[in-house]
């Protein structure tokens, strides 16, 4: 099993999410992803190989417009 990193983001539309869907699909890193749009803290969930993905997503949504803060 990968290792599970969970954002806290700003994204909390469908439409949004098709934004984003070809950066998160684009680093290769990132075995699986989804949103909880139900959650208050719009969250994406993410299943990667390693745990050394936290910057490169953040920074990538950030560039984007959109909050995205690794939780703990």
């Given at each position: 099993?990968?290792?599970?990193?969970i954002?806290?983001?700003?994204?909390?539309?469908?439409?949004?999410?098709?934004?984003?869907?070809?950066?998160?699909?684009?680093?290769?890193?990132?075995?699986?992803w989804?949103?909880?749009?139900?959650?208050c803290?719009?969250?994406?969930?993410?299943?990667?190989?390693?745990?050394?993905?936290?910057?490169?997503?953040?920074?990538?949504?950030?560039?984007?417009?959109?909050?995205?803060i690794?939780?703990?």
């Amino acid at each position: 099993m990968g290792h599970i990193t969970i954002f806290k983001t700003s994204i909390n539309t469908n439409r949004k999410i098709r934004r984003v869907k070809g950066i998160l699909n684009g680093i290769k890193e990132i075995d699986q992803w989804n949103f909880d749009l139900e959650d208050c803290d719009n969250i994406l969930r993410i299943e990667s190989r390693d745990n050394t993905i936290t910057a490169k997503v953040s920074q990538n949504l950030q560039k984007m417009g959109y909050l995205c803060i690794e939780l703990y």
